[in-house]
């Protein structure tokens, strides 16, 4: 089920998204949502790199940033390092890395993930019903790269079975980047 705020702020949200918004706004829209919680906290150390990062980021947000002596300022900065966190699977960081970096547990990383597809797929929905086919598009794709945690670049190759992450990875950087590729490529090129 989907909390009526949450599903409130999705549609708001949608609303504001458009061809030249990034897929970071997605992921704060999702990020920033009751479903969420607990989200990834600031340290004291982070909290000038989370700044930098909301800095460059401002304009690809679909909600305004709330005053920063708003009650829920807070939890608006850690929905910008739980965006981070997002960002940086799809960017196919691994899970040692984000436990370095975002002190996230690999069960924790997949609590979030599980989490995220579902506030996606309510978004997919929700972008169907509103006729906002952009959207739909993005957000079918932004679903997908969570899954898997990989650029978009690799989105062909994980349609065949047995391939994930990183397989996708390993054909990729040698050269098979297409299932045409794949068929045309000797077995021990694929080996």
């Known amino acids: 089920y989907l909390d009526p705020l949450t599903a409130r702020h999705l549609l708001d949200c949608l609303e504001n998204f458009t061809e030249k918004k990034p ?20 340290k004291v150390k982070d909290q000038d790199e989370i700044q930098d990062q909301l800095n460059k980021h401002c ?14 300022y ?15 699977w799809i960017q196919e960081k691994d899970e040692e890395y984000l436990l370095e970096k975002y002190d996230i547990r690999p069960g924790e990383i997949h609590v ?36 898997y945690g ?10 065949l079975k047995g391939i994930g992450r990183v397989r996708a990875r390993k054909l990729y950087t040698n050269g098979i980047k297409d299932l045409g590729a794949i068929k045309t490529a000797d077995l021990t090129t694929l080996t």
Do not use: C, G
């Open 150 to 159: 990989v650029k978009e670049e690799l989105l062909t190759l994980l349609k």
């Open 112 to 147: 979030k993930l599980d989490i995220a597809e579902w506030l996606l797929y309510a978004s997919e929905e929700f972008s169907k019903i509103t006729n906002n086919n952009h959207a739909q598009k993005e957000i079918h794709k932004l679903r997908l790269r969570l899954q």
């Open 59 to 72: 304009d690809d947000l679909l909600k305004p940033e709330p005053s920063a002596y708003d009650l829920e």
């Open 23 to 42: 897929l970071f706004a997605l992921l704060q829209m999702i990020s920033h949502t009751l479903e969420m919680r607990p989200l990834l906290n600031i």
């Open 74 to 88: 807070d939890y608006f900065l850690s929905s910008i390092k739980t965006t981070l966190f997002f960002d940086e």
